[in-house]
């Protein structure tokens, strides 16, 4: 087993870990175009439709073996379209959360060919889980990893534990594990110093402890902590990398048939009474499941969300949604909520100057990238030297930290995006 | 989409610091200058009209002599600052850029005390448009734009510069001029670097230009290794200078107590619009200016104080050092990195 101490980094301050669990089964789930920059879509279902829980929505365009399914049974609500005729939100009713019935065939048996999984995570709409660097999308159908990294450890401010997630499904987990070790010759299980969890002993799976302030917990940062350490292992081609609650999706699915789409979350942050663990589904509408968090009691319990500012996904690198994007993230774990007024006070301090070369970039960037030449290449498109520095290695998660300590107040991950998206254009 | 919390420090806070840290030079300045106007008898006329007594022994009077020189200069040079950052918000329709006061205290306290008023405006015009606005402003320029005002005043206008100070015919030399010229026998060096000694308005006394750099670096404005990379490369030239007995050689204490080197340390070079992107090469700044600095006192046989000239030649040489780091991680980057590019 491998250890990684990183010291750089910062551990922004919100608050404690939640505690306090309940389930919530949504009313409403939705699937968000956003989760998936590069995708274009071809939809397969209209609204009114009825679908089954594993029911293939929609297929890429351009990559036909990729599609995504339905996380929940239900009817199609609301296709919202988006410019360009891109697909800003595919809206489901849900209406009933334990509907067993599922339009998946069965999976195959986990000693099946390479090949026959890969189809199966395909048509479950699981190949989406995995998502490949460089440039950050979702893999060919047909690639392979040169490794793969499973993040089973999450350094974001009011996260919840992964951990607690893993050890309730410590068999989906541990069948999920031997699923996709399959895939990949090189497998990274990372986990965070000293986790509780049992790492099977398994062809080209090893685990990896990760000590250290964020963004210790990210899987750019293991991509080039390992590299910068095992040097004979680097081998050229894509890196791949994985969250731990689609592991256990998958370990469910292929132990059991059925696409369960549950999502342990975090629900936290100032403008709640109370930080929560949830469980609940993929896609979650995020306003009833706030509504649910504050009791008759509390003051504006008639409109609790007016004055909110809600996140879905971590306080850094998350998106602030709005009355119709409301719902949670493909790859979020985490539901943040701000009182508006205090983000705006922020908010004025708008980007007026331009990149201040301060130490504090240094001080919580972990990576062997210079950052600040990174950064300022960045903000000039300059995408040429960008490239030469590694950004196409990076995902616009790894520079919220910059974004988060610029005295500028520069949005240096939404460069990173405009950058990758040139330069996988080929420009 | 835009990040939604932040860091409790932003640009404005940089700022702010970087006046709180200058203020105790720029007091110390201030009263320094009166104790030395009163001492050569060049009392300005306000004190006569409050009815102090022209003593330099008088904190008051001190302070209020040297208040009263450098009040016009900085009122002119926040006008001239303020004006182009309106001038230049207006023109390209964006919001005013906040420096613009900073930019003005910074430049007030380079100036020697015998600046007139004409000359200063000028100065501060060519800092403030060459030195920041063609630039896109803070953030985007190369080099302090109080340094370029500054520089650009001694080097093209000297005659403005060295005329007798105000309402007076009494000429003055600074201190630097006066050891350089006759040696730093007898003198001791502890009040030269607190505070009394003739040279620019704020940048007298080394220690608060020192303590100004503390906090910068407490506050994260500026970069303690551009500063420690100062004091190496003043101390590792002087000590080589003395040691190979080189006519003129001072020791590196006395270099950085006299004349703008421990101002130009503190405040100039580590201006986080203009500083080095990477580690080496703020030392590098840091070094380079410092070891330009005694190099060029010591060995330019008219012993210039030479602190601008040579904070400014090492602010230029500041992108090739980061081009340099940059190669040597994209090559680094080229062999290492996890995916073989």
């Known amino acids: 087993m491998l250890r990684i101490e990183l010291k750089r980094g910062l551990d922004v301050p919100l608050g404690a870990r939640p505690g306090v669990r309940r389930r919530h089964s949504p009313s409403r789930v939705a699937l968000l175009g956003a989760d998936y920059p590069g995708l274009r879509p071809n939809l397969l279902v209209a609204e009114g439709d009825r679908v089954n829980s594993g029911s293939v929505l929609l297929i890429d365009r351009t990559r036909p073996e990729i599609c995504l399914t339905a996380p929940a049974a239900g009817r199609v609500r609301e296709i919202r379209r988006g410019a360009r005729r891109s697909l800003d939100a595919l809206v489901i009713d849900v209406d009933n959360a334990e509907d067993e019935s599922t339009d998946l065939p069965p999976p195959p048996t986990t000693d099946a060919g390479p090949e026959t999984i890969r189809r199966a995570l395909q048509r479950g709409g699981l190949w989406p889980a995995f998502r490949a660097r460089p440039f950050e999308r979702i893999p060919d159908a047909d690639a392979t990893p040169a490794q793969l990294f499973v993040t089973a450890m999450d350094t974001h401010p009011l996260a919840p534990d992964p951990v607690t997630a893993i050890q309730e499904c410590a068999d989906a987990f541990d069948l999920g594990l031997r699923i996709i070790t399959g895939l990949s010759p090189v497998t990274w299980l990372c986990t965070a110093a000293g986790a509780n969890l049992f790492c099977p002993q398994l062809a080209g799976l090893e685990r990896v402890e990760f000590s250290g302030p964020h963004p210790a917990g990210l899987p750019g940062t293991h991509m080039f902590a390992i590299a910068a350490r095992r040097i004979e292992q680097l081998t050229p081609g894509e890196r791949w990398h994985i969250g731990y609650q689609d592991v256990i999706a998958i370990g469910e699915y292929f132990g059991s048939g059925r696409l369960s789409g549950r999502r342990l979350i975090s629900l936290a942050g100032p403008g709640l009474p109370e930080n929560q663990l949830v469980e609940t589904l993929i896609g979650t509408a995020i306003h009833e499941l706030i509504e649910g968090s504050f009791t008759a009691a509390d003051t504006n319990a008639a409109s609790p969300t007016r004055g909110l500012r809600i996140i879905s996904g971590p306080a850094l690198s998350g998106r602030l949604t709005t009355a119709t994007t409301a719902y949670l993230g493909r790859y979020h774990q985490q539901i943040i909520v701000l009182h508006a007024a205090s983000v705006d006070a922020l908010a004025t301090t708008a980007a007026t100057s331009g990149m201040l070369a301060v130490e504090v970039f240094d001080s919580v960037w972990p990576l062997p990238i210079p950052v600040a030449p990174l950064l300022r290449a960045l903000l000039m498109e300059d995408t040429e030297s960008a490239a030469e520095l590694g950004a196409t290695l990076l995902a616009p998660e790894d520079l919220a930290l910059c974004d988060y300590v610029c005295p500028a107040h520069q949005d240096y991950s939404a460069a990173l995006s405009r950058t990758l998206e040139r330069l996988r254009r080929g420009g | ?341």
Not at chain 2, 54 to 62: F, G, L, N, T
Not at chain 2, 127 to 150: D, E, K, M, N, Q
Not at chain 2, 267 to 277: E, K, N, R, S, V
């Open chain 2, 1 to 341: 989409m835009a990040i939604q919390i932040h860091a409790p420090t932003n640009a404005r806070h940089l700022l702010q610091a970087l006046i709180w840290a200058s203020l105790p030079a720029a007091i110390i300045g201030i009263w320094n200058l009166g104790f030395q106007l009163l001492r050569l008898q060049a009392a300005p006329a306000l004190l006569e009209r409050l009815d102090l007594n022209p003593d330099p022994a008088s904190v008051i009077s001190c302070f209020i002599a040297g208040a009263a020189v450098m009040a016009p200069l900085l009122a002119t040079a926040t006008a001239v600052s303020g004006f182009w950052a309106w001038a230049f918000s207006t023109l390209r329709r964006q919001p005013l850029d906040s420096a613009w006061l900073p930019m003005a205290w910074l430049f007030v306290l380079l100036l020697p005390p015998s600046t007139s008023l004409p000359a200063a405006a000028l100065a501060m015009s060519f800092g403030a448009v060459v030195g920041a606005h063609i630039f896109g402003g803070s953030g985007r320029y190369l080099a302090s734009p109080a340094l370029l005002g500054a520089l650009f005043l001694t080097m093209s206008y000297p005659e403005f510069v060295a005329v007798p100070l105000p309402g007076t015919d009494i000429a003055i030399t600074s201190t630097w001029a006066q050891l350089a010229a006759n040696g730093i026998e007898g003198s001791t060096l502890l009040p030269y670097a607190s505070g009394r000694e003739i040279g620019a308005i704020g940048a007298v006394s080394t220690f608060a230009c020192l303590a100004g750099a503390l906090y910068l670096i407490h506050a994260g404005a500026a970069s303690w290794r551009i500063v420690a990379g100062g004091i190496l490369g003043i101390l590792i030239p002087a000590v080589f200078l003395t040691w190979a007995d080189v006519d003129g050689a001072l020791p590196g204490q006395w270099h950085l107590a006299l004349g703008n080197l421990a101002f130009a340390l503190a405040f100039l070079i580590t201006d986080p619009g203009a500083a080095p992107l990477t580690r080496p090469a703020r030392w590098l700044l840091g070094f380079t200016t410092g070891a330009l600095t005694v190099i060029i006192r010591t060995l330019d046989p008219a012993h210039p104080e030479a602190v601008l000239h040579a904070a400014l030649l090492s602010v230029l040489t500041v992108p090739l050092w980061d081009y340099l780091v940059v190669r040597r991680a994209a090559a680094r980057m080229a062999s290492r990195a996890p995916v073989a590019l």
